[in-house]
């Protein structure tokens, strides 16, 4: 027999509800505008941990609202926020559903420090408008400390027979799944042993990633130089990633063209990069910072659920 009925109870649709009415409520508060950009589009994102669906007549569907925000903020849009459905091409699990709410927001004046606090002070009055009040003692941990912390090794001089051994020493054993590549096994070790043990009493920022890392983030010329990029776990969780954004479109290009050169290496797909993109670059970004938010992991922490499934309409196997 086939199960019609939803994945999410109806308590939990009403959480959703609430939880929506009170993200518009603190946006509009602060003068924030709401925008809607296209779902479909006609590239897609290149970064080589994330997979995009592509249709039938060559466009693909959105991993992030990013490229077409990042154009209103060149168009001189001023701070804006999002919440939509994107689509990324992974298995579902506990954590993970194909399709899934973002919600994204750009700060024009900001750097990823000040933008930390906004996304500390909405996560709180998101959890106050569910009853579900959180104390503002959010924690801000370095990656190289959060290493040092949980791992025992610096993430910026270590090379790969160390994070090796440092994972067999906290009961991890993770084959040749990294490969040669450095930074694989560093995200190998976060996700791993890092990450899982971040956050676990009150939601905690990680910060200052890697330069290898920088994703679209800039980076800062320190010893070694870090990118300036923020993630925010709770209870081991993944909630959000943020970045003082790149501005420069020759090196968004540069970024771009990389990640597709190694993803030619390894067989994968290889879409084409958002040309539109560097070009509004090229025109002006303001120095701004930007955050991607998963709403769906958010409500399934608020609400102490086990999956995601729990707080959605239909998940995956009943869409």
């Not at 320190?222 to 501005?247: I, S, Y």
Request: proline share 6%.
């Amino acid at each position: 027999m086939t199960d019609w009925t939803p994945s999410a109870d109806l308590p939990t649709l009403r959480a959703r509800a609430a939880l929506l009415a009170a993200l518009r409520g603190f946006f509009a508060a602060r003068g924030v505008l709401e925008v809607e950009t296209p779902l479909l589009s006609s590239h897609a994102t290149v970064d080589r941990h994330i997979d995009s669906f592509r249709t039938a007549d060559g466009r693909w569907l959105q991993t992030s609202p990013e490229f077409a925000m990042k154009r209103l903020l060149c168009a001189g849009s001023g701070p804006i926020w999002q919440v939509c459905r994107v689509f990324r091409r992974e298995e579902s699990g506990r954590h993970h559903n194909p399709e899934f709410t973002m919600l994204e927001w750009y700060r024009p004046g900001f750097d990823h420090q000040a933008l930390m606090g906004e996304v500390a002070e909405l996560v709180v009055a998101l959890a106050a408008a569910l009853g579900r009040p959180l104390g503002d003692g959010m924690e801000r941990l370095s990656y190289r400390e959060a290493f040092r912390r949980h791992l025992g090794l610096d993430p910026f001089s270590a090379g790969i027979p160390q994070i090796r051994a440092a994972l067999a020493a906290t009961g991890h054993d993770a084959g040749d799944l990294g490969g040669d590549d450095r930074d694989i096994w560093l995200d190998v070790a976060m996700s791993l042993a890092v990450g899982p043990r971040l956050g676990l009493e009150a939601p905690c920022f990680l910060y200052d990633f890697p330069a290898s890392q920088a994703a679209l983030a800039r980076i800062r010329r320190d010893d070694p130089p870090v990118a300036e990029r923020f993630e925010l776990f709770w209870r081991g969780t993944e909630l959000a990633n943020g970045f003082h954004e790149l501005g420069d479109a020759a090196e968004q290009r540069r970024r771009f063209e990389a990640e597709q050169a190694w993803r030619r290496e390894q067989g994968r797909e290889v879409p084409p990069y958002d040309r539109n993109l560097v070009a509004a670059l090229a025109a002006g970004l303001p120095d701004c910072a930007g955050v991607a938010l998963g709403l769906d992991r958010l409500l399934m922490l608020l609400l102490g659920k086990d999956s995601l499934a729990e707080v959605l309409a239909f998940d995956s196997g009943r869409a």
